[in-house]
């Protein structure tokens, strides 16, 4: 059997034809700039697969001075000399709201880059490495927009030879020029030529031939500033028949009323508030009322129908006015029906908002808003999971069109690009709704949210917006609401691995439905408590609450939960190592979930009878078992499941003496694993390919997997996998080094003293007995 090897490969799911091709629109109309598009251009490879000059590039400057637009337009020229695409995220450094995480920008990277959803990690170091490795082969473009800091950018950058990383920012970003070798290029205000020339390029068609000692005055009144010049050229475009001494004497008179925005230089500032102000001023009364209104709007990007509900309107009145927003250059329209403020603007907006909508009109158009967000996240839980509790939506508002009522989400796939589309905003509505004194809505959307976030979204997030949901159910002393986010708390620390806050959680929850006589409820928080008393081997615990919660839904009529918690409760035998008693559990589970047709379940519990028929002397039956739950996994997709039951698999195929089918499916285990940042499941996986090695008379490499799989769970602080990863280290060792065998034999004895259950009396017994051999 010699030849055989456990070796890393490309990762499934991984598609090699996959280009993205992320860059938005090129900026139209655009002038100058010749001598920074020149510096770009010196950083580009001089011939097509040579390394680039350099890796990272920052263009940094003042707000409104063009950075987006810059590296746009140049990166649409040179996109051919990256042939295997380009990405694009606006990190939203300067936005009134959070930046964007780098574990988000990461998602939306692997996303495109053919990695499932699913499948992305989520530690965050995690998944920075795995984009680099998609990344180390490939020549791509990496735009970074509107980054804060070194620090959210560098997890971001490829590392390969052949990829070019540009950054746009207001800072100039130091960090990455003294650690990662940055060249930066710093963008000022156009020279007084290049204004005017992109004055005459926004008027060119609309006006007659402007004086150019006029042209001149009024690319000086907007400070030589991009943004300024686009908007106040687009002012003087809509009014053809103005003479242009009269627009620069409005924009002279107009006074400076707000100080929402801080560009750093007094001057610029000026300025831009100037141009903003002027152009407001010219709007019709409606499309203004809506500029007003967009700045109450909690996210950074927003599509039509949240337009519409903020607005009051229907939504064909509101997708014109929109257009007309957009045509003024005051919004920015980055997709069908989907729309964003250059961030100067938002904040002008937003400082409109605070000063000319009445409080009770702002306090109106948000809770309209909110409440689209609520009930359009609830249509598409109804696609992404239709089994959850649903939640009892408040009446909408009077005021809230007909026409913006949520949309009707075709599948799963049409609810999660939306879910995706909107986890920002709906994060952002939690904060919004609960600051804003709407509590009722505040704690529905984060349960909403709990059930629609993106499968690789960050838990950190949800925790704070649970917390937030928490507070406001507390506040409006809704014990139903408190179960709910105290379950999805306990639920998000579970996933994190902080039992204890996972515990406490589920406890709180568990009093809350005690004292409210909800049964079905109490059997979900005593499942629940069992889980967790299971994932910390605590056994004779997690037995009893799955004994409790199967009584209470069998009384209730729940006889899906009812098998589940029987399936949970055959675990948790067979882990004690009670055998006889966990195939009865498993066997009456799988019956249950067979005639309810739980597919997912079904694959569970055959998963589990292939460990109970390989431990009761059974190889064939348990390949048998784990073949099938193999098959459920890969019909419905879910590389979580796959991951966990290939390692069944692995066991069956080793007791059959079929070690390079087993290898192979340790090898699959851990890199499906690995790419989904289980660090405890990628070390079990080594934990059998150390098995298999040893069973091939190869201790050696036994001993290598072994050890690798002890660190790991040492470092997870998981004593009772670290002590069997220990006896199998010390059994690959004997031969070579009794003294070290011996060693972790003593050391996974001291582990196991924390455990009583059958299963560990028996491997302590093995422990001390073991005599090294010679």
């Not at 996972?502 to 004292?515: D, F, G, K, M, V």
């Amino acid at each position: 059997m010699g030849g055989v090897h456990f070796h890393q490969h490309t990762p499934p799911g991984r598609a090699e034809d996959s280009v993205p091709r992320q860059l938005p629109g090129d900026v139209q109309r655009f002038v100058n700039r010749t001598a920074e598009l020149g510096q770009l251009n010196a950083v580009l490879p001089t011939e097509d697969g040579d390394p680039v000059v350099v890796s990272v590039c920052v263009v940094a400057g003042t707000a409104g001075a063009g950075k987006t637009s810059l590296v746009l337009h140049w990166a649409h020229q040179i996109r051919d000399r990256f042939p295997d695409g380009q990405l694009y995220v606006n990190l939203r450094g300067y936005d009134p709201g959070q930046p964007l995480s780098a574990q988000e920008a990461l998602h939306g990277f692997l996303a495109a880059l053919g990695v499932p959803g699913d499948s992305v990690p989520r530690d965050p170091d995690t998944a920075a490495a795995y984009y680099r490795s998609l990344l180390s082969d490939r020549r791509m473009l990496v735009v970074l927009d509107n980054a804060a800091t070194a620090a959210q950018v560098r997890p971001l950058l490829p590392g390969g030879p052949h990829c070019l990383t540009v950054v746009t920012s207001r800072s100039r970003l130091s960090g990455l020029a003294i650690r990662d070798g940055a060249r930066r290029l710093t963008l000022g205000t156009l020279p007084e030529p290049e204004a005017v020339a992109l004055l005459r390029a926004v008027t060119t068609g609309y006006r007659t031939e402007d004086d150019l000692d006029e042209l001149t005055e009024l690319a000086g009144l907007c400070a030589a500033l991009p943004l300024a010049l686009r908007i106040a050229g687009e002012r003087a475009a809509s009014s053809p028949h103005l003479r242009l001494a009269d627009l620069i004497a409005e924009l002279r008179d107009e006074s400076v009323l707000w100080d929402a925005l801080s560009v750093g230089d007094t001057e610029e500032a000026e300025a831009v508030r100037t141009v903003f102000a002027w152009s407001y001023r010219a709007l019709p009364e409606h499309g203004a009322t809506l500029f007003r209104q967009l700045g109450l709007h909690p996210g950074p990007e927003f599509g039509l129908g949240a337009a519409a509900a903020l607005a009051g309107l229907p939504v064909v009145r509101t997708r014109q006015l929109l257009d007309s927003l957009v045509g003024a250059h005051l919004l920015e329209q980055t997709g069908p029906d989907r729309y964003q403020f250059h961030d100067l603007l938002r904040a002008y907006a937003a400082g409109l908002a605070q000063q000319e909508v009445s409080p009770d009109g702002g306090r109106a158009a948000l809770h309209r808003v909110l409440t689209w967000y609520l009930r359009t996240a609830e249509a598409a839980r109804s696609r992404l999971a239709p089994g959850a509790e649903e939640t009892v939506l408040p009446d909408p508002p009077s005021d809230l069109p007909e026409a913006t009522r949520p949309p009707d989400f075709a599948d799963y796939d049409a609810a999660m690009d939306w879910a995706e589309r909107e986890h920002t905003n709906l994060l952002r509505t939690v904060d919004a709704a609960a600051t804003a004194g709407h509590d009722a809505l505040a704690w529905r959307l984060a349960v909403v949210l709990w059930d629609v976030q993106p499968p690789s979204a960050s838990m950190g997030q949800w925790l704070a917006a649970g917390a937030t949901g928490l507070a406001a159910a507390r506040r409006t002393d809704d014990l139903t609401g408190q179960a709910r986010l105290l379950t999805c708390l306990g639920l998000a620390h579970q996933r994190v691995s902080s039992w204890a806050e996972s515990l406490e959680c589920h406890q709180q929850a568990l009093t809350i439905r005690r004292a409210a006589d909800d049964r079905a409820g109490e059997a979900d928080s005593l499942n629940l408590i069992g889980i967790i008393h299971l994932r910390r081997r605590q056994l004779d615990c997690a037995a009893a609450r799955f004994e409790e919660a199967a009584a209470l839904w069998r009384a209730v009529g729940s006889d899906r939960w009812a098998a589940s918690a029987l399936s949970n409760l055959a675990t948790t035998h067979y882990s004690a190592g009670r055998l006889e008693q966990a195939t009865a559990c498993a066997e009456e589970a799988l019956a249950a979930h067979r005639a309810l047709g739980n597919a997912v379940s079904v694959g569970n519990v055959l998963h589990t009878l292939s460990r109970l028929r390989r431990e009761q002397g059974d190889p064939e039956e348990a390949l048998h078992s784990a073949e099938q739950a193999l098959d459920i996994a890969l019909s419905q997709r879910d590389q979580i499941l796959e991951a966990y039951w290939l390692l069944s698999l692995g066991e069956a195929q080793r007791a059959l003496d079929r070690p390079t089918d087993a290898l192979v499916s340790y090898q699959r285990s851990a890199d499906l694993h690995r790419r989904l940042g289980n660090r405890s499941r990628e070390a079990m996986s080594w934990h059998g390919a150390g098995e298999t090695y040893q069973a091939l008379g190869r201790p050696d490499e036994a001993a290598h997997f072994h050890l690798r799989a002890a660190t790991v769970h040492r470092d997870l602080a998981d004593g009772w996998h670290e002590a069997l990863a220990l006896e199998a280290l010390a059994i690959s060792l004997d031969g070579t080094d009794p003294t070290t065998a011996g060693q972790h034999r003593s050391r996974a004895l001291r582990l196991l003293v924390a455990y009583d259950d059958p299963r560990a009396v028996a491997t302590r017994g093995r422990l001390a007995g073991a005599a090294p051999e010679g």
